[in-house]
């Protein structure tokens, strides 16, 4: 018997950061703050992360490349590792991510690679609750109320035989 499944998610877009809740701009900007710090002289795309922490901190991090690729680091790998290593008993709560190449902001929203999505799903898993994903571009930006969603078939412990953690 073959079975078909459709697997979607919402997302809401907005067409300017002015649009956005002040804590959201916020985000946004700290983003856009951390990637202008991004170290990218291969692919001169530089992306910034920043994390908004439950206890209300933000977290920033960009991506940094290598020339022994692929030892860099992503930016929102950076921002959560950042902000678990510093803020350890503080869940995130939402991730704003942002790009600019050598012309400026990205005309659209940049959506994380498939390594970033993993570790988001992760995180969620980890803490048991849902990170919101702002995607900023300079024409809209995009917003999902949950990481996971944009990795629905993502791996997990729960495929591993784990006694406990």
Do not use: H
């Not at 590792?81 to 350890?88: A, E, H, I, K």
């Not at 995130?92 to 498939?114: F, H, Q």
């Not at 809209?140 to 996971?148: L, M, N, R, V, Y």
């Amino acid at each position: 018997m073959i079975t078909s499944k459709t697997i979607s998610f919402r997302l809401t877009e907005y067409k300017s950061v002015e649009e956005l809740k002040q804590d959201d701009r916020e985000l946004v900007n700290a983003a856009k703050d951390a990637a202008r710090n991004a170290y990218a002289p291969y692919s001169k795309f530089k992306v910034g992360a920043a994390v908004r922490l439950e206890n209300n901190i933000i977290v920033k991090g960009a991506n940094v490349e290598n020339a022994a690729f692929p030892s860099g680091i992503c930016a929102e790998r950076s921002a959560l590792s950042n902000s678990t290593s510093n803020y350890p008993d503080s869940k995130p709560v939402t991730i704003a991510i942002t790009a600019y190449t050598e012309d400026g902001i990205t005309r659209e929203p940049v959506s994380p690679c498939g390594n970033c999505r993993q570790v988001i799903a992760e995180e969620e898993f980890r803490n048991k609750i849902s990170i919101r994903v702002i995607l900023c571009g300079e024409n809209k930006i995009q917003i999902i109320e949950k990481g996971g969603d944009l990795l629905p078939l993502q791996f997990s412990r729960n495929y591993l035989k784990l006694k406990s953690l």
